[in-house]
């Protein structure tokens, strides 16, 4: 089952910038938080990951709550290209017994970016 | 460059047909992964490698079977045995935990799988 929970849609005017937020209440200390996503009928594409700082690259930002039961991927200027699923999964990657399994994604945040 | 690549883009199985979808990757990664996809819904593991030669179930595996004969190649075969096969499929690879261990999941663009 998934460790994260999210809100199933969201819409988001272009331009503007987008918050998508997840709760992963049982994270334990050596679990990462990462975000992908998904555009319609391709291949989930990586984004971003942080353990308890938060992260920033080309693409977005990554805000951990100081207890890391929560976090928030911010897409700074949307653009309709931003729609898509976006997945947070939390996972240890040095976990080498659940290694295979560890990679759990739920259903996502279902992101309209509108004109 | 570098990455992951599945063939074909669609596929169509009749009744009672055994069909192989191709996933090859050219990143030097070592472990492999098949997921399933339906209509809305997150990702379910298949069957997953970390080694050549060796492969785990993952939560979804009956009806399917896999191979690993080269580092580059993981081809997933769904059998006829696997009664509703309509899905989206994804292979995805990554390095192992004692490599650069944040690398992430690469993932190919998918087969979508419909029967006839």
């Known amino acids: 089952d998934a460790k994260t929970t999210q809100p199933p849609s969201m819409d988001c005017a272009e331009g503007r910038a987008a918050n998508l937020p997840c709760n992963h209440s049982t994270i334990s200390g050596n679990e990462y938080v990462y975000w992908y996503r998904q555009i319609h009928s391709q291949g989930p594409q990586y984004i971003i990951h942080?353990?308890?700082n938060n992260e920033t690259n080309e693409m977005a930002s990554l805000i951990i709550t100081e207890d890391r039961k929560s976090s928030t991927l911010i897409l700074p200027h949307a653009t309709l290209r931003d729609t898509a699923v976006y997945y947070c999964i939390v996972r240890d990657p040095l976990d080498t017994y659940n290694y295979g399994q560890n990679f759990v994604f739920g259903p996502g945040t279902r992101l309209s970016v509108l004109p | 460059d570098g990455g992951i690549t599945q063939s074909p883009k669609y596929l169509f199985r009749k009744e009672g047909q055994n069909v192989t979808l191709s996933c090859e990757q050219n990143l030097n990664h070592d472990a492999m992964y098949w997921y399933r996809q339906d209509p809305g819904q997150g990702l379910r593991l298949i069957y997953y490698s970390q080694i050549v030669n060796d492969f785990q179930k993952g939560d979804i595996a009956e009806g399917y079977s896999v191979s690993r004969e080269k580092k580059e190649s993981f081809p997933l075969t769904v059998t006829s045995a696997q009664k509703n096969p309509t899905a989206f499929y994804l292979c995805?690879?990554?390095?192992?935990?004692?490599?650069?261990?944040?690398?992430?999941?690469?993932f190919g663009d998918g087969t979508r799988l419909s029967i006839l």
């Open positions: 995805a690879s990554t390095t192992l935990p004692d490599r650069p261990y944040d690398q992430p999941q690469h």
């Open positions: 942080g353990l308890k």
